[in-house]
């Protein structure tokens, strides 16, 4: 597709022979300081790694708070563990596929270098294995146990994530993170479909509100990251945005997303999904965030992309804990099992 992208630097910023990165040293170092460490994790901790746990985290996290705001008070049990456990298991089946596929140039960054993958803990057929049994049982888990919706949308997110961005968008254009970055934002809606089986159209006006906010937040979260690791990118030749088009050009877009993001972050408040509480906590989250999204723009060092890039994390966090804490405590009754709690006063 003839991008620019540039021979890579080594580390001390001069160029490898013919132009060439220079990663052989870069995976025998980390994988030996991998190694070295005075205790190396287990076998099920191997597998645990290749299911990319801290993202997994996140995506779990914004589908259990679906879940719990599909409900007037707390969701039937069922729904919220078999439906916690087969979105669990579909996240880390297509996080796994996410680095069988991207092993090649995991070796080459220093940020994944340490996967079980390239280090070689783990073969190829054992996380493929392991891939396709947490998938294949997450399938069965929702569809029997939840519901089967929930099982197809499920479905649809894993393959959006692990074929279609993973082995396409990502190699193919710029703008992957925005376009493929549906699939990491759909957990919301796989939470409140575990919970109602979309029975009205407000259960998907409501369910695909929440997956908008976290897709208009990804591309300022990992466009953050991807600044500060941009030459981790360009050794492997991903065309992310700061490696084709310059960092300025993407902090701008960092910007204009922030600024989309925290225009979107204010729909639960207009459309009568969330009251005054969400309201606060949302504009309070959201000028911090403009704080670091305008401050990137001429950061104090390198490091503040990782600064922007680590609030992110804290905004989603608290922004769907806002829109519970608004569910839960401005509710006039809260059900729970056969009973049902009014407030007094």
Not at 163 to 189: D, S
């Amino acid at each position: 597709m003839g991008l620019p992208l540039r021979p890579a630097r080594n580390p001390r910023g001069e160029r490898s022979r013919r132009g060439q990165p220079r990663i052989t040293r870069m995976s025998t170092v980390a994988s030996q300081k991998f190694a070295g460490t005075s205790r190396a994790p287990s076998r099920a901790g191997q597998y645990l790694a290749a299911t990319k746990p801290r993202i997994v985290l996140m995506l779990v996290f914004t589908a259990i708070i679906g879940m719990l705001l599909a409900a007037p008070g707390l969701p039937p049990w069922r729904a919220l563990v078999f439906g916690t456990l087969g979105i669990w298991m579909a996240s880390s089946s297509a996080a796994a596929l996410n680095q069988l596929i991207d092993q090649r140039i995991d070796r080459i960054m220093a940020r994944t270098a340490h996967r079980p993958l390239v280090t070689g803990a783990l073969t190829t057929r054992q996380v493929l294995t392991f891939a396709i049994v947490l998938g294949v049982a997450s399938m069965l888990i929702l569809g029997f146990l939840v519901n089967w919706l929930t099982a197809l949308l499920t479905f649809i997110g894993l393959i959006g994530y692990a074929v279609i961005y993973t082995a396409f968008l990502k190699r193919a254009t710029p703008q992957n993170i925005v376009i493929g970055g549906l699939a990491g934002a759909i957990p919301p809606l796989l939470g409140w479909a575990a919970v109602t089986g979309m029975q009205s159209s407000s259960d998907w006006a409501y369910g695909l509100l929440l997956v908008l906010i976290v897709f208009a937040w990804t591309p300022p979260h990992f466009w953050s990251l991807a600044i500060f690791r941009r030459e981790d990118y360009r050794r492997a030749c991903i065309p992310m945005l700061p490696v084709v088009y310059g960092v300025e050009y993407t902090r701008w877009h960092v910007l204009f997303y922030t600024i989309l993001l925290v225009l979107v972050s204010l729909l639960p408040y207009l459309t009568g999904m969330s009251g005054l509480l969400y309201l606060g906590g949302a504009v309070v989250l959201g000028i911090a965030y403009l704080y670091y999204a305008i401050r990137l723009m001429r950061p104090p060092d390198e490091r503040f992309a990782m600064s922007a890039f680590g609030y992110s994390i804290v905004y989603l966090i608290a922004l769907f804990s806002f829109l519970l804490a608004d569910h839960w405590l401005t509710a006039p009754a809260i059900h729970v099992g056969g009973y049902v709690l009014e407030r007094i006063g």
